[in-house]
């Protein structure tokens, strides 16, 4: 167990590096524009992609 959640920490590592590394302007452009977010759009938007991670960790298995 401990070692899939090695594996998936760092698998979203990888995913999380990909933008600052191949456009790195851009990501920060959609980081200042995630700055202008309010927080409960960002709760939002959170949540969805908390259930669409746990969905598919579901139907994959």
């Known amino acids: 167990m401990l070692e ?4 998936a920490v760092g698998l ?3 995913f999380e590096g990909i933008m600052p590394f191949i456009a790195p302007g851009r990501w920060r452009d959609m980081a200042k524009t995630l700055g202008k ?6 709760r939002l938007i959170g949540l ?3 259930l669409l ?3 598919l960790l579901f139907f994959w298995r």
């Open 12 to 14: 979203m590592l990888v």
């Open 48 to 50: 969805f992609s908390m």
């Open 37 to 42: 977010v309010d927080e409960s759009a960002m």
């Open 4 to 7: 899939d959640i090695i594996r």
């Open 53 to 55: 991670g746990l969905l």
